[in-house]
């Protein structure tokens, strides 16, 4: 594939990137005005805190980048305090989602079989939506290794929050280096709506672990640095293949980074730019082998959660026509069905056989989502109702509210309002000013590409691999984000890549990148342990040539 056909994908996948993020700013802020209780007095503060948390993280990011990265672990250690403190002030009583996981996890833990579970009704719909029951078993597995209290499963979150830092810095380094690397660490861990949020009991900071651990492994694939035999090679295309389906376990939308992984081994710049160890050819076979391991653990998964838990759950498919349906609606502007439940409850508990009421529900699923996109194609509401639902998703405040939530059990629905507005202000100030460093930074990247053109050697093609990941994740997971139901923290899955544009966009820029590691070119598919490094074989090359002269 010549090499003006694949910039020319990159520029114009940047374009369309800045785009997406002006989408961002413009819902983060219309969402603020909407419903942040805003406040110019408040909002100032938060650009004020903003500010500071940015000059911390740049002065750290300076200190650092010279150390060893226990250091960075030490200062995220440091910065977790505040959390162990807080879980210890504020007794934490879960609602809604979040009292479901604990509440099956605690009922499993303590004796109760799945089976006894559902025949007591005590899973109610879970069976249409399994990653209910995955959390759970996760959780009550916690549970019976270090004993049954709220504090174990914050902690768990916390620590596994402290662990996707250090990843995005492992995740990030190959592409642009430590110092980049670093920043991203910290971007993400003082981020305030996350920060609080990560003190509660969600399924996000595991699913984050499980997504960054696919990432780390599919760098170690595509940007060896060492020795790469078979046996490791398989276990680097296994290690991929399971953490992806771990993560689609606890939310469903996995799909988005395979799709991603298998554009970047079709589009990205290969070893001829020595941007990464394989050619072309050998990233879609090796791409090719966890997309269809994927795909049939997918394919099983049905039949393996029945086997474990030995109860009827349904096909996958009833429980994305449930999440589709309910976010096609736009009288609820695509959150939470209350009438729908009370249909798919009447189903669930009616003298039917399993199967019966399955197929049942997923006839009435169907029916429904053609009615919803009927009425809002009808009412001409279509743009009006997705971009209301942008707005909805990337609520800034979600991490206090639901604090608030669940530690104030009697007045969780009655948050004073200037606690919202405070709050919500300083949220949206930092979530604001993140998405306009990406959006900058794009901009930046796009006018520096279309200056110094695909020849120039003042690009680093591996860093502009790393850009162009990003872009794919964050265009592909916001739009899957809006074909489902929406709630405000699914936005958590949109930091990585966001992140990830600032960190690659601010070191494309700051090219010649010196801290990069070497990479080891793997010239043999099917000799992978067949490593020959570029300065050798040039050096090889120079020792040779006098001879012929002879």
Same mark, same amino acid.
């Given at each position: 594939?010549?090499?003006?056909?694949?910039?020319?994908?990159?520029?114009?996948?940047?374009?369309?990137?800045?785009?997406?993020?002006?989408?961002?700013?413009?819902?983060?802020?219309?969402?603020?005005?909407?419903?942040?209780?805003?406040?110019?007095?408040?909002?100032?503060?938060?650009?004020?805190?903003?500010?500071?948390?940015?000059?911390?993280?740049?002065?750290?990011?300076?200190?650092?980048?010279?150390?060893?990265?226990?250091?960075?672990?030490?200062?995220?250690?440091?910065?977790?305090?505040?959390?162990?403190?807080?879980?210890?002030?504020?007794?934490?009583?879960?609602?809604?989602?979040?009292?479901?996981?604990?509440?099956?996890?605690?009922?499993?833990?303590?004796?109760?079989?799945?089976?006894?579970?559902?025949?007591?009704?005590?899973?109610?719909?879970?069976?249409?939506?399994?990653?209910?029951?995955?959390?759970?078993?996760?959780?009550?597995?916690?549970?019976?290794?270090?004993?049954?209290?709220?504090?174990?499963?914050?902690?768990?979150?916390?620590?596994?929050?402290?662990?996707?830092?250090?990843?995005?810095?492992?995740?990030?380094?190959?592409?642009?280096?430590?110092?980049?690397?670093?920043?991203?660490?910290?971007?993400?861990?003082?981020?305030?709506?996350?920060?609080?949020?990560?003190?509660?009991?969600?399924?996000?900071?595991?699913?984050?672990?499980?997504?960054?651990?696919?990432?780390?492994?599919?760098?170690?694939?595509?940007?060896?640095?060492?020795?790469?035999?078979?046996?490791?090679?398989?276990?680097?295309?296994?290690?991929?293949?399971?953490?992806?389906?771990?993560?689609?376990?606890?939310?469903?939308?996995?799909?988005?980074?395979?799709?991603?992984?298998?554009?970047?081994?079709?589009?990205?710049?290969?070893?001829?730019?020595?941007?990464?160890?394989?050619?072309?050819?050998?990233?879609?076979?090796?791409?090719?082998?966890?997309?269809?391991?994927?795909?049939?653990?997918?394919?099983?998964?049905?039949?393996?959660?029945?086997?474990?838990?030995?109860?009827?759950?349904?096909?996958?498919?009833?429980?994305?026509?449930?999440?589709?349906?309910?976010?096609?609606?736009?009288?609820?502007?695509?959150?939470?069905?209350?009438?729908?439940?009370?249909?798919?409850?009447?189903?669930?508990?009616?003298?039917?056989?399993?199967?019966?009421?399955?197929?049942?529900?997923?006839?009435?699923?169907?029916?429904?989502?053609?009615?919803?996109?009927?009425?809002?194609?009808?009412?001409?509401?279509?743009?009006?109702?997705?971009?209301?639902?942008?707005?909805?998703?990337?609520?800034?405040?979600?991490?206090?509210?639901?604090?608030?939530?669940?530690?104030?059990?009697?007045?969780?629905?009655?948050?004073?309002?200037?606690?919202?507005?405070?709050?919500?202000?300083?949220?949206?100030?930092?979530?604001?000013?993140?998405?306009?460093?990406?959006?900058?930074?794009?901009?930046?990247?796009?006018?520096?590409?279309?200056?110094?053109?695909?020849?120039?050697?003042?690009?680093?093609?591996?860093?502009?691999?790393?850009?162009?990941?990003?872009? *794919?994740?964050? +265009?592909?997971?916001? =739009?899957?984000? %809006?074909?489902?139901? /929406?709630? !405000?923290?699914?936005?958590? $899955? @949109?930091?990585?890549?966001? *992140?990830?544009? +600032?960190?690659?966009? =601010?070191?494309? %820029?700051?090219?010649? /990148?010196? !801290?990069?590691?070497?990479? $080891? @070119?793997?010239?043999?598919?099917?000799?992978?342990?067949?490593?020959?490094?570029?300065?050798?074989?040039?050096?090889?090359?120079?020792?040779?040539?006098?001879?012929?002269?002879?």
């Amino acid at each position: 594939m010549k090499k003006t056909f694949l910039w020319a994908i990159h520029v114009n996948l940047l374009i369309l990137t800045i785009f997406f993020l002006g989408w961002l700013i413009t819902a983060s802020w219309t969402s603020y005005l909407r419903f942040g209780y805003p406040n110019e007095t408040y909002f100032f503060w938060g650009i004020y805190i903003t500010i500071f948390i940015g000059v911390l993280i740049w002065i750290l990011t300076r200190r650092l980048s010279n150390h060893y990265v226990g250091w960075l672990a030490l200062v995220l250690l440091v910065l977790t305090i505040p959390k162990i403190l807080c879980i210890f002030y504020f007794k934490l009583i879960p609602a809604s989602d979040m009292w479901t996981y604990e509440t099956l996890a605690n009922l499993n833990a303590t004796g109760a079989s799945w089976p006894t579970l559902y025949a007591k009704g005590m899973l109610d719909l879970d069976s249409l939506w399994p990653h209910v029951l995955h959390i759970a078993t996760t959780f009550g597995l916690i549970y019976r290794l270090f004993g049954v209290h709220l504090v174990v499963l914050q902690l768990l979150n916390i620590v596994a929050t402290f662990l996707d830092a250090l990843l995005l810095y492992y995740v990030i380094k190959p592409f642009g280096g430590s110092r980049v690397g670093i920043a991203a660490a910290l971007i993400f861990y003082l981020t305030p709506a996350f920060y609080i949020y990560s003190v509660l009991i969600g399924a996000e900071p595991l699913w984050l672990l499980a997504v960054l651990l696919s990432f780390k492994f599919f760098n170690d694939l595509l940007l060896p640095r060492l020795h790469i035999g078979w046996l490791r090679y398989l276990m680097t295309i296994v290690s991929i293949t399971g953490f992806l389906y771990l993560a689609q376990l606890l939310r469903p939308i996995i799909m988005i980074v395979v799709i991603a992984m298998i554009l970047y081994g079709l589009f990205s710049f290969g070893q001829s730019e020595s941007a990464q160890a394989w050619s072309r050819k050998q990233r879609v076979l090796s791409l090719l082998m966890i997309t269809i391991g994927f795909f049939t653990l997918t394919h099983f998964s049905t039949k393996i959660d029945q086997a474990i838990y030995r109860v009827p759950i349904s096909n996958s498919t009833v429980g994305m026509k449930y999440t589709v349906a309910t976010g096609s609606n736009s009288a609820t502007k695509g959150q939470y069905d209350y009438n729908m439940i009370l249909k798919l409850e009447k189903i669930n508990h009616s003298q039917m056989s399993a199967p019966k009421k399955f197929n049942q529900m997923d006839a009435y699923l169907a029916q429904k989502i053609k009615h919803n996109l009927a009425t809002v194609i009808k009412n001409g509401n279509l743009p009006k109702f997705i971009f209301t639902k942008s707005q909805i998703l990337l609520q800034s405040g979600y991490g206090f509210r639901l604090f608030w939530i669940d530690t104030h059990p009697v007045t969780h629905n009655h948050i004073p309002s200037h606690i919202k507005s405070i709050s919500n202000s300083i949220s949206a100030a930092s979530q604001i000013g993140i998405q306009g460093l990406a959006f900058t930074v794009a901009i930046l990247d796009l006018i520096y590409m279309c200056y110094y053109g695909s020849k120039s050697k003042r690009i680093h093609f591996r860093t502009l691999n790393g850009l162009f990941f990003m872009e *794919i994740l964050l +265009i592909g997971l916001f =739009i899957a984000s %809006l074909l489902v139901e /929406v709630q !405000d923290r699914y936005q958590v $899955a @949109l930091y990585i890549p966001i *992140i990830g544009i +600032i960190s690659n966009g =601010i070191s494309l %820029l700051n090219q010649p /990148v010196t !801290d990069l590691p070497k990479l $080891a @070119l793997l010239t043999n598919f099917e000799q992978p342990h067949k490593i020959i490094s570029q300065r050798k074989a040039l050096s090889d090359l120079k020792r040779e040539q006098p001879s012929k002269t002879k």
